[in-house]
Every structure is written in structure tokens, then in C-alpha cells.
């Protein structure tokens, strides 16, 4: 399966995702991933930056409103569409345009850093796809990106419940068994079910790498590794969502930060 045959996949989730996403049904997007994504991000004020894979383009607002010069980009044209409409209604200075990972429509050295969130585990080759964005980061320019954490988001995972029926473990396998497109059908679980009923379920094509795949990858690239982070939910965000506590038995994301180095490549 290739990057715009994935894109097809989002072209058809697109509208019903779109529609959950803006009535707050991502929950643990909007209550315990993006708040740590952006915690952990470094100042964009003023900086040039590449959002990749935005979708309808919820996170890139939010780094527009940090002050940063957006450009987004996503292989799915509704969701382009869906992202420019908010624009238009709400001026944030954001260009959006429709474009694949695998083949930045950018010059050389073009940004000063690069976001993606939960994007890179849905293109085929997230190797080539960091080698892209590693060539329109200018030196010294960082690319922040989350995804699936690869080591709870394999093949076989099963929540585990103690007798109250709370989560106390996750059982996970296949860890090794790469799965190249086989698409995956799910919905927004915190949506009512009227609310699903009235949606076809996603279908997300799967590519599981591992997670020595994705540091190798990313070091391929030509990055440096500068850290990674897992959002773990605090006490006052349990207090909050006592839902979120299946996040404090596994990761559910990983982030990881990467910089191009201003030094010459040996
Ligand atoms: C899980 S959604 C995340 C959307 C958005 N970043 C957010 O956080 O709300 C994954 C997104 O990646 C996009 N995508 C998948 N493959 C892509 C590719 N090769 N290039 C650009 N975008 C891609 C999909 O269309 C979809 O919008």
C-alpha cells in the first residue's frame, strides 16, 4: 500500500472525523496528548514551522496561536478543506495545502522546525517520510512528533480489568509482526453511541514499527535524538477524567523530539 492509497482511507474518515473531533469526542487527544505535546515543545514564537499530517487542523491552530508561521499540510483533501474552512472563519495566518509526507512540496531548508502529531505511524515509509522533513528543516531546526506508543499499540492488546472492573494491565503481542496497510476499524469510544451510530466506523491502514525501528529511522535521517517523552496523566487530570486512567497503566503515545544539527554531517 502506498502513501496516497493510505490517503484514500483518511479522504473517507475525514468527514465523520472531522464532525467527532470539533464536538470533543478525541478526548485523550484534547485532555492528556496535546497538553503534553505542547508542554514539552520548545518556544515557536516568530519561528517558520511545518505541521504534518494536520487533519482538520485542531493541533495547528493551536501552534498558530503560540505565535509560530504555520504551514500545514495533509494527504487528505477533505480534511484540507475542513482545516481551511476553520481558517476563514477564524483568521490565524495558517497556509494549508494538500501534500504527502513522503514528498514535502518544499524547497531545501525551508522551516525552522517541523511538528507531526499522531501522523508518521500511519504513512507506509516513515523512514523516507523523516528524511523529507529532515531536508526542509533549516540547520539547527527540530522536528517534534507523537505516535501510537509501539510498544502497547501491537497486533494483540487486550485491557485488562481487575474484579471492580479498572484497568491494571495491558496484554500486548505480535510486537514483532509487521502489518503493512492492514486497515483497522474503530470510533471514538467517549462519543454517545447515538452519536457513533450515525458514523461507518474509521478505517486506519496499520504499520507497526517497532521502537528500535523508529530511532533508527530517525537517526538515518540524519537527526539527533534529543529526547522522548510519554504523557502520563497527572493526579489532577485523574481527579478530572477518572477515564484517562487506562493511560497511567501503559503509554499510550510517544513523543520524540529530533534536531538537525548545525554541524557538519561525519
Ligand atoms: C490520526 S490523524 C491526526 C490528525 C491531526 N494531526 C490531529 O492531531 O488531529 C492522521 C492524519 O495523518 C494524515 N496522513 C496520513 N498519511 C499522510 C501522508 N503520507 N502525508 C500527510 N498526511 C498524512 C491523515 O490524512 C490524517 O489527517
Redesign the pocket.
Known amino acids: 500500500m502506498n ?1 496516497h492509497e ?2 484514500e482511507y ?1 479522504n473517507r474518515n475525514a468527514p465523520a472525523w472531522t464532525t467527532l ?1 470539533r464536538a470533543g469526542y478525541d478526548v485523550y ?1 484534547d485532555l492528556l496528548n496535546t497538553p503534553a505535546f505542547f508542554a514539552w515543545l520548545p518556544p515557536v514564537a516568530g519561528l517558520a514551522g511545518l505541521d ?5 487542523g ?2 495547528t491552530r493551536l501552534l498558530a496561536r503560540q505565535g509560530a508561521h504555520v504551514t500545514a ?4 483533501p477533505v ?1 484540507v478543506e475542513a482545516a481551511q474552512q476553520a481558517e476563514t472563519a477564524e483568521p490565524l495566518d495558517i497556509r494549508y495545502l494538500v ?4 514528498a514535502l512540496p518544499f524547497a531545501a531548508e525551508t522551516f525552522d522546525f517541523a511538528t507531526s ?3 508518521l505511524m ?2 507506509p515509509d516513515p523512514a523516507l ?1 523523516l528524511r523529507e522533513t529532515f531536508r526542509v528543516l533549516r540547520p539547527d531546526g527540530f522536528l517534534q512528533f507523537s505516535i501510537s506508543h509501539p510498544c502497547f499499540t501491537t497486533p494483540h492488546r487486550q485491557n485488562l480489568r481487575d474484579a471492580q472492573g479498572r484497568p491494571y494491565a495491558v496484554e500486548v503481542g505480535g510486537y514483532f509482526d509487521y502489518q503493512h496497510g492492514q486497515p483497522e476499524e474503530w470510533i471514538f469510544g467517549a462519543a454517545p453511541f447515538r452519536e457513533q451510530a450515525r458514523h461507518a466506523p474509521f478505517r486506519v491502514p496499520v504499520f507497526n514499527l517497532t521502537l528500535s525501528q523508529w530511532v533508527a529511522a530517525v537517526v538515518a535521517a540524519g537527526f539527533v535524538l534529543e529526547g522522548l517523552q510519554e504523557p502520563c496523566p497527572t493526579d489532577e487530570q485523574l481527579a478530572a477524567h477518572p477515564f484517562l486512567r487506562k493511560a497511567r497503566v501503559v503509554p499510550y503515545f510517544l513523543h520524540l523530539r529530533c534536531r538537525k544539527s548545525g554541524l557538519p554531517q561525519v
Open positions: 502513501d493510505v490517503g483518511w473531533v487527544r504534518i499530517g494536520c487533519g482538520e485542531y493541533n499540510l495533509d494527504i487528505a480534511f501534500g504527502s509526507a513522503a502529531f499522531m501522523c500511519d504513512v517520510a
